[in-house]
């Protein structure tokens, strides 16, 4: 079964830090990952996501991850984090079948001190 | 914005009553999924759907049921609720031709 497993559960930065969240898949087929961020009180919105090409996938506001096949892993990082990425972040993968069904990892909150 | 609904947004029932959620899309999407979000587990699959009246049980489907009698819409049941069924849940869907869900904005359900 596939599985998704962020390692760092709670992460706080200062602002300007940089930022890289962990994540290792196991499943040894052809994947898509992503990466949603959840700020408080709101939905999943889609970070970024790789499915296929350049390793480096570059996401929305300033994030970008780099898929290594080797290594099982999408790790997600950004060079200067700001106050407002404060959020939980989730990694997703889903196998190239007809369900198209994500599992996700356990989340990383983020807390960003100004 | 995928055009999602979930009604209601919040809800508190008592233990042994039945609940239904409801999801509700406007674009047709034919794959729609319910997933339960507990703190320490992320986002689980319950069940999801990939078209009229055809879904399929996810990692979590014990004490939940689905129906999807049309496109638009995609139930979740709670036959009997249960305190370990107390969760926010999240309907998503998949627009043809891409491999992203998209979500609506969450029922917390609480039961007592």
């Known amino acids: 079964a596939q599985s998704v497993s962020q390692h760092n559960h709670h992460v706080i930065l200062s602002e300007a830090a940089s930022l890289e969240l962990g994540c290792n898949y196991s499943y040894g087929g052809t994947v898509n990952l992503f990466w949603y961020v959840q700020y408080p009180g709101q939905h999943l919105q889609l970070l970024l996501k790789y499915f296929s090409g350049d390793p480096l996938v570059k996401g929305i506001k300033g994030f970008e991850a780099e898929f290594i096949k080797s290594k099982f892993s999408f790790n997600l990082r950004k060079p200067s984090v700001q106050w407002s990425d404060t959020a939980e972040y989730f990694c997703a993968v889903n196998g190239v079948d007809s369900s198209y069904k994500l599992i996700f990892g356990s989340g990383t909150r983020l807390l960003v001190r100004p | 914005d995928a055009g999602i609904t979930q009604s209601p947004r919040h809800k508190v029932t008592e233990t042994g009553t039945p609940v239904t959620l409801r999801c509700h899309q406007t674009e047709n999407h034919r794959y729609m999924y319910w997933y339960r979000q507990d703190p320490g587990h992320g986002l689980r699959l319950i069940h999801y759907s990939y078209g009229v009246k055809d879904t399929d049980k996810g990692e979590v489907s014990d004490g939940y049921s689905v129906s999807r009698s049309k496109t638009e819409d995609f139930l979740l049941t709670l036959e009997s609720a249960t305190s370990s069924q107390t969760s926010v849940y999240f309907c998503?869907?998949?627009?043809?031709?891409?491999?992203?869900?998209?979500f609506g904005q969450g029922t917390r359900l609480t039961v007592v």
């Open positions: 998503a869907i998949r627009k043809k031709g891409q491999t992203e869900a998209f």
